[in-house]
């Protein structure tokens, strides 16, 4: 395997091995697989920690790290294996379960059907993907299944309307192995062991791997416990000071190590050394607790060259053209790109926990909103600070600091990159601005001549849009219609959660456009936004907005469009709504310019942007 096949194995989704994921090794049966965990070397398990740690213990395992990868078993397997038949894409998957195993039966790839037994589950908070066996013969390799269970809607998804991607019939797109990808940070203590990585090419490759734990253990964190325990059996153990104890405490580190901690796993990367690719792929990822990250690894960035010549964007296309961030698994570098970490002592650990708080978030309670920064920020609550109503949304610290402009799968999370707002800043880097995502009917001039008024400094307006689009419009609308796919996936999202929901009504028939949007994310992130406005507005269109599937063929889309735009005009002048501020291609009759509107659907780009699971 030549070394630019090899690093886009360790860090991309390897489309490489669809073909071979697709007519591949039979399935084998469970019970003659090879044992996955192997505790032989440093590592001990998490039980090893209960008899000593028995509080810490039980926080963690309420955790969604605990469950991130787990044997498909009942209990652990949340999706709905119920033999109903799901259609998407041009085909269809049957989930069933059979003598208290899970399947899936499911087209073979060559015009027939299959049955795929679920091996393993990854995921635990808002999906979970499920993967089969495959390969016994030179080792155990374990395939994804191209549907996946979204926990938070309770139903079934096809891995081609959950990436951002154009709508696609191919089932094999997304193809990929649990050996090569998931098993890095989704386990602890994690051995890849590719059977002959070196020579075998990626479409052929086998593993024969181990994991310390199935999941994100204690030993993720501490390190590898054997040494500790070993120690601490002995009777005054206990009494020797903290450097002597044989394990990590990421509270105790410095600054750039604790980081690193999470940082191994929440930071795509590279090895900082070409030749210690091997090592990965064949032992695992060198990187402990307690030492500095970068001697490991070297986290991606904008500037990162892409290991396949044919994708020279691969890298750069997750980023926003500044350099933050716009994917999830970025969130050690964005730190480490703001001012609170390069100019103070901020980690990981100064806003969350892994021992306490909401398991969604891992963050103590008096640390959610306004409180993470308050901490440090104390008497900057202010009017005279943000410029808005202490009490309302213009006055909470996340939403201009940190806004919610990076994409995970189907959802959209806060910017770790904790920066202030500039809007020349922000739009000529096709970034979405925290200013204009609350004021949605707002063009990018006004949102620099009012941020310019707040601060008493100088704000640039901005001179252009890397899509070219126009400025003199409402921005947010602007990145709905002509953006690429994570800037519409983005101003979606935002589009759901204004702050004065009857104020901007007019948002309405423009999310209706996006649910014809040509890729199926930006589609299920518009539906979702348009339920919530549903739920504020009462249009009395949930019954519409209810039965649209966003992941339906297009036909059957098309006409619910349709029909959605008509029924939006008449609902909104029958709920006497206030008329639609002048600029954002709504008339005062709550028509939507369709014309001006397709003007802006020409400007969007087409391009696949590689998520990298």
Not at 83 to 100: N, Y
Not at 128 to 157: C, I, K, N, S
Not at 411 to 425: A, N, T
Not at 546 to 561: K, N, S, T
Request: net charge negative; proline share 8%.
């Amino acid at each position: 395997m030549s070394r630019p096949a090899a690093l886009a194995l360790l860090v991309v989704a390897p489309l490489a091995v669809a073909a071979a994921l697709r007519f591949g090794p039979d399935p084998v049966a469970l019970a003659d697989a090879r044992p996955l965990l192997a505790r032989a070397g440093e590592y001990v398990g998490s039980d090893a920690c209960r008899a000593c740690h028995p509080d810490q213990h039980a926080s963690w395992e309420r955790t969604f790290h605990r469950t991130m990868t787990q044997r498909a078993e009942p209990g652990a397997v949340r999706g709905a294996f119920d033999g109903v038949e799901r259609s998407f894409f041009g085909a269809a998957a049957t989930p069933f379960e059979r003598d208290g195993r899970f399947w899936m039966r499911m087209p073979d790839g060559a015009g027939g059907t299959r049955e795929a037994e679920v091996a393993l589950s990854v995921g635990s908070r808002r999906y979970q993907q499920y993967f089969e066996l495959a390969g016994a013969h030179v080792g155990d390799t374990y395939r994804r299944l191209p549907l996946l269970w979204h926990l938070e809607e309770q139903r079934w998804l096809h891995l081609n309307g959950v990436f951002l991607a154009p709508d696609s019939d191919d089932w094999s797109t997304h193809a990929s192995t649990w050996n090569a990808n998931c098993i890095f940070c989704h386990n602890t203590g994690p051995a890849p062991r590719l059977v002959e990585p070196r020579t075998t090419p990626a479409a052929a490759q086998r593993a024969d791997s181990r994991v310390a734990e199935l999941g994100i253990a204690c030993e993720a964190c501490h390190g590898p416990g054997r040494a500790h325990v070993e120690r601490l059996s002995a009777p005054r153990a206990r009494l020797a000071p903290p450097d002597e104890l044989a394990i990590m405490n990421p509270a105790q580190l410095d600054q750039r190590e604790s980081l690193a901690v999470c940082g191994q796993c929440h930071s795509q990367r590279l090895p900082a050394e070409p030749e210690a690719l091997w090592t990965f792929l064949e032992t695992g990822p060198t990187f402990r607790p307690g030492d500095a990250l970068e001697a490991h690894v070297t986290p991606v960035t904008c500037e990162t060259v892409s290991p396949d010549p044919r994708r020279e964007e691969l890298f750069a296309a997750r980023f926003w053209r500044d350099g933050t961030a716009r994917l999830t698994a970025y969130e050690y570098l964005g730190v480490t790109q703001s001012p609170c970490f390069a100019g103070g002592e901020m980690t990981c650990g100064s806003c969350h926990t892994m021992h306490g708080g909401d398991v969604h978030g891992m963050i103590e309670p008096e640390k959610r909103g306004d409180g993470a920064c308050t901490q440090c920020h104390a008497g900057l609550d202010t009017r005279a600070h943000h410029g808005h109503e202490p009490s309302g949304a213009g006055g909470r610290c996340l939403a201009c600091h940190m806004p919610r402009i990076v994409y995970g799968i189907l959802d959209v999370h806060r910017s770790h990159r904790i920066e202030s707002p500039d809007v020349r800043r922000d739009v000529e880097a096709g970034r979405p601005n925290a200013c204009t995502h609350c004021h949605a009917g707002e063009s990018a001039a006004w949102a620099a001549a009012g941020l310019a008024r707040i601060t008493g400094r100088a704000s640039e307006a901005p001179r252009s849009r890397p899509d070219g689009g126009p400025l003199e419009l409402p921005e947010v609308l602007v990145s709905l219609h002509a953006g690429d796919a994570v800037q519409r996936a983005v101003a979606a999202r935002a589009l759901g959660e204004l702050p004065d929901a009857r104020a901007a009504a007019f948002v309405v028939p423009h999310l209706v456009v996006a649910l014809g949007d040509g890729y199926p994310s930006v589609r299920t992130l518009a539906r979702r936004a348009l339920v919530a406005l549903e739920r504020e507005l009462g249009l009395g269109l949930a019954s519409e907005l209810a039965a649209f599937d966003p992941l339906a063929p297009l036909e059957v889309r098309g006409v619910a469009v349709r029909d959605l735009l008509t029924r939006t005009a008449a609902a909104t002048r029958a709920a006497g709504l206030p008329p639609p501020p002048a600029g954002t291609l709504v008339g005062p009759d709550h028509a939507l310019d369709l014309a001006r509107v397709r003007a802006l659907l020409e400007l969007q780009s087409d391009h696949v942007i590689a998520i990298g699971e």
